[in-house]
């Protein structure tokens, strides 16, 4: 057997109110960047589903940026470490690292000529620094202001200046090189969020949290203006300049996007963008004939010029850790709902999305089944709630459960549902509960086999719980012991075999006529908890996801044969897996990422 990278749907910018964000232009006009947890991901600006992440930091990045020549990326971390990677191998080969500020990196930028570098944030000792990119050697100091920097910029074209924004609501200008302190501008009453040069480096502006923009002077760095009187209504969080220098872009979190004329420092149009928090600006970027914002839920807006009232497309997706995975029944849309109880919707060829509307569970999500037409989840919230899939929203009615879901599963022919609570197992069909079992284990996962057979995973007492369902109700049949907690429990769908994956490392595989081991085998190639097993449709392969960042594939046929795929959603643990097909198997995880791949039998 063997494997490969399909697609990867990638996650959307972690965002953080009240903090900007920066997204990265590729000098080339090809893609843009953007960072979430761990990893930073690489988009193309035409057809955002095509996606590349890269994910060698050891803790959170908060900002990447293309160097002026396109060949490399410079990414900044949580801990100060800065990374430079090359663009043009898929293994993105590491070029340099160094660590520049003792603490949280802010905001980078490239001379123009790619050999110098400045990266601002919240350092112990500095708040700043500039350097070689080839070597590191230092080429001047950033001084002359007293709180953590927000953003920084280089001055395109000779001679080189260095401009900072800080949260002590200043404006610095260095020059040099070596770089040195010449001056800070305190028009800002507020955080000042974003400092950007113009293309040709004539005029750059300054943007602040007291919903201001002005504009200044390229060389001299004198005020020009403000633009508009103020700009916003709410604090600014990104500047972005047209290609040719004569507009400029703003987001604010008064939740529009505004476009500015340079020369009259007037508004050429506004974008309003909701009317939620949610949908306060955190980010702009111009990029070629693309401009994009990001909202605080992290939707990136593509923007119309033409219609301010409409954007052209929204790219929605997860920020947060993916928690259930479920296909409709027709295995071409996939679902996926996360921590913050957001569920989504994929085109599992295309990558497409929609994000479900109306009022959901409003936090994790920890069960999702299909079953005409309907998708059934549950969450933290102790319900049990319906999606209409036509209508794309959530049905008014819920059931409410006596504790917490941990997992849940539906006898398609009877639509009836089953879900494993903290200290119960509830029946349900329609809204309406049918039978409860108590139970003195904690229930991890539920599957159901055709023939009316529920299997449930114990997390405390490391046994799968086997029952029959009759009369809708749940009649005990056997127990299946395992050497740790049973966290994931599944059914084949030609019902021949049952697996079960648990704390102690082991995938281990039943045959449903007497629940006894089948072939004799236990797999036991993970090396951590295995949270998640699925079965192929035609029941040959089992696939199981783990807490050490792997996916396995196991053949039933030929027990000894496995392919590994490591660090499938890089640092972080596997959550949930199912299969599109006999040859395409989706992942999802904690890293906000939705993986598909091709799997070659042998």
Aim: aromatic share 8%; hydrophobic share 35%.
């Amino acid at each position: 057997m063997s494997y490969a990278s399909k697609s990867i749907y990638a996650a959307l910018p972690r965002t953080q109110r009240g903090q900007p964000l920066v997204l990265g232009g590729d000098p080339k006009g090809k893609n843009f960047l953007y960072t979430n947890g761990n990893s930073v991901i690489i988009r193309n600006i035409e057809n955002p589903s095509i996606a590349d992440v890269y994910t060698e930091h050891s803790c959170q990045v908060n900002v990447a940026k293309y160097s002026p020549s396109g060949f490399y990326i410079a990414s900044g971390d949580q801990s100060g470490k800065i990374r430079i990677w090359d663009t043009v191998n898929k293994e993105h080969i590491l070029k340099n690292e160094f660590h520049p500020i003792g603490g949280p990196i802010k905001d980078i930028a490239w001379s123009p000529d790619n050999q110098r570098m400045v990266v601002v944030g919240e350092g112990r000792e500095r708040f700043g620094h500039v350097f070689m990119s080839e070597t590191g050697t230092s080429v001047g100091e950033i001084s002359g202001q007293s709180k953590p920097i927000n953003s920084c910029d280089f001055r395109p074209s000779r001679p080189f200046r260095l401009i900072t924004g800080s949260e002590d609501n200043t404006v610095a200008v260095f020059e040099g090189p070596p770089f040195k302190f010449k001056m800070t501008k305190q028009e800002h009453t507020r955080f000042v969020q974003a400092v950007r040069y113009s293309p040709s480096g004539n005029l750059f502006a300054s943007a602040g949290f007291d919903g201001k923009v002005y504009l200044y002077d390229g060389a001299s760095s004198d005020l020009v203006g403000e633009v508009g009187a103020p700009a916003h209504s709410g604090g600014v969080y990104g500047v972005a300049w047209s290609p040719d220098g004569k507009q400029l872009l703003t987001a604010s979190g008064d939740k529009t996007a505004k476009l500015w004329d340079v020369e009259t420092r007037q508004v050429v149009s506004q974008f309003v963008l909701g009317s939620t928090v949610d949908d306060q600006q955190v980010s702009c970027l111009w990029q070629g004939n693309y401009l994009l914002t990001v909202s605080l839920r992290g939707f990136i807006n593509y923007l119309d010029v033409n219609d301010p009232n409409k954007p052209l497309r929204i790219v929605k997706g997860h920020n947060k850790p993916i928690t259930a995975l479920t296909l409709s029944e027709d295995r071409t849309t996939m679902y996926t709902a996360s921590h913050d109880g957001n569920v989504t919707n994929w085109n599992a060829e295309t990558g497409e999305n929609d994000r479900v509307e109306g009022t959901g569970h409003g936090n994790q999500i920890n069960g999702m089944r299909v079953c005409e037409g309907t998708l059934y989840t549950c969450g933290i919230d102790d319900s049990l709630k319906q999606i209409d899939l036509e209508g794309n929203t959530y049905k008014p009615e819920h059931l409410k459960l006596a504790s917490q879901p941990r997992g849940m599963d539906i006898l398609k022919e009877e639509n009836i549902v089953v879900v494993g609570s903290v200290n119960e197992i509830t029946v349900s069909k329609d809204n309406q509960k049918l039978s409860a079992l108590k139970v003195d284990y904690e229930p991890s996962s539920v599957s159901c086999s055709p023939r009316g057979h529920v299997a449930v995973g114990g997390n405390m007492d490391n046994k799968v719980h086997i029952y029959e369902l009759k009369d809708n109700k749940l009649e005990p049949l056997t127990e299946l012991s395992h050497l740790g907690p049973v966290i994931d429990v599944a059914y084949s769908p030609n019902d021949k075999y049952l697996v079960a994956s648990d704390g102690h490392r082991k995938v281990v595989l039943y045959s449903t006529e007497d629940y006894k081991l089948a072939n004799n085998k236990e797999w036991g190639f993970h090396n951590a908890r295995v949270n998640c097993v699925a079965w192929s449709p035609d029941s040959e392969l089992v696939a199981s996801g783990s807490l050490d960042t792997s996916i396995i594939i196991w053949h039933v046929e030929k027990p000894t044969k496995h392919i590994v795929i490591k660090n499938a959603h890089a640092q972080n643990q596997v959550t949930r897996l199912a299969w599109v097909d006999n040859t395409t198997l989706v992942s999802v995880g904690q890293d906000c990422n939705t993986k598909l791949w091709t799997i070659t039998p042998f």
